[in-house]
């Protein structure tokens, strides 16, 4: 499985940068996908996940939603991130993966993701 995240770079506060990612070796049309970031020196975060059909959508923090958009072209194996209104603290690295349920809602699962994509956010 190979995943290839892209669209990162140098945002200022306030801006918006849309990521894509492509996954190629896997049936990418039938797995849940998401995003989760990892700051220098934290621990990785989720981001948000979404179905196979795009019909259910759960983000892993309040903090993100209303500013992050997720979306999926099953015909391009094909994930994106629409990330709105970007503060400092957005600044990280990006990478997709697999999902999985937990409970109460569809989480990161960390099976496979790419080398990521930097995303900086500064003025």
Request: proline share 2%; with cysteine; hydrophobic share 30%.
């Amino acid at each position: 499985v190979q995943a290839v995240e892209s669209g990162g770079g140098l945002a200022q506060p306030g801006g918006s940068l849309r990521l894509s990612c492509t996954v190629s070796g896997i049936r990418f049309a039938t797995l849940t996908m998401g995003w989760f970031r990892q700051a220098a020196g934290k621990k990785r975060e989720g981001i948000v996940c979404i179905t196979d059909d795009g019909g259910t959508i759960t983000y892993s923090s309040d903090s993100m939603t209303g500013r992050f958009t997720i979306s999926r072209d099953n015909a391009k194996n094909t994930l994106y991130l629409q990330m709105d209104t970007l503060k400092p603290e957005d600044t990280a690295m990006y990478y997709c993966t697999d999902c999985a349920w937990y409970s109460d809602g569809y989480y990161p699962d960390y099976n496979f993701y790419g080398q990521g994509t930097q995303v900086t956010v500064s003025s």
